[in-house]
């Protein structure tokens, strides 16, 4: 009993360190720094054993990229956070969108391999992974929703909050592509505020029509 419990410890460190390697090398180096082969010299093992507590390397850099998409998350929260009390609608979503621009100039690296990699062939993600991305969408769906006590999440707030998501992943991710240092930063922030603050400003004409009708 005891060298089972000693077995299932060594694997529960080995996949810890594996995991804080692989954010390692994706925030200092990118994706393409992760390779089996390296990782098992750093984490003084050998390349199968890796395998004995990941199926594959896809799925031990999906597991590494989630504690990326904490920290955005959290960067986001504290963004609405530092937010007066009853800020606006605008106001939140702006405040979204600029946490998340920065968090990825920061962190560019890390935020590549969490919107860029998919794993063999564009394979779908996970269920487990695609879940926990859907977490970004939520909180702008509740800041959509917060001033209409009334409404009722339903597909139409999804699909707002999806296609906004996405709209702002797009403008983030093409920036960082085309664009270099500050100039880099200050356009990709003028242009997601812009997006958002558009949106916004549709929503309430909405809302303000339906109020009426």
């Not at 005891?2 to 090398?25: C, F, G, M, P």
């Not at 695609?130 to 959509?144: K, N, Q, W």
């Not at 339903?154 to 500050?182: C, F, N, P, Q, Y």
Request: one cysteine or more; proline letters at 4%.
């Amino acid at each position: 009993m005891a060298s089972v419990i000693h077995i299932k410890d060594r694997r529960t460190r080995l996949r810890e360190t594996l995991v804080q390697l692989v954010q390692d090398l994706m925030a200092s180096e990118g994706l393409g720094a992760v390779q089996a082969r390296r990782l098992a010299q750093l984490a003084g093992c050998s390349v199968g054993a890796i395998y004995n507590v990941f199926p594959d390397l896809n799925d031990l850099i999906l597991t590494a990229n989630v504690d990326t998409l904490d920290r955005l998350l959290a960067q986001q929260r504290t963004a609405l956070e530092r937010l007066p009390p009853h800020a606006t609608r605008t106001a939140q979503l702006v405040a979204l969108a600029l946490a998340t621009v920065n968090f990825a100039h920061d962190f560019e690296p890390a935020w590549r391999a969490l919107y860029d990699h998919r794993g063999g062939a564009q394979k779908p993600y996970p269920d487990w992974y695609a879940a926990l991305h859907v977490r970004p969408v939520t909180m702008i769906e509740r800041i959509i929703l917060a001033e209409e006590p009334n409404a009722a999440a339903g597909h139409e707030t999804s699909r707002l909050a999806r296609g906004l998501w996405s709209a702002l992943l797009g403008i983030v991710v093409d920036g960082m592509d085309t664009r270099k240092d500050r100039q880099k930063r200050d356009e990709i922030e003028a242009q997601a505020s812009l997006l958002v603050t558009i949106a916004a400003q549709g929503l309430e004409a909405i809302l303000e029509m339906r109020r009426k009708g």
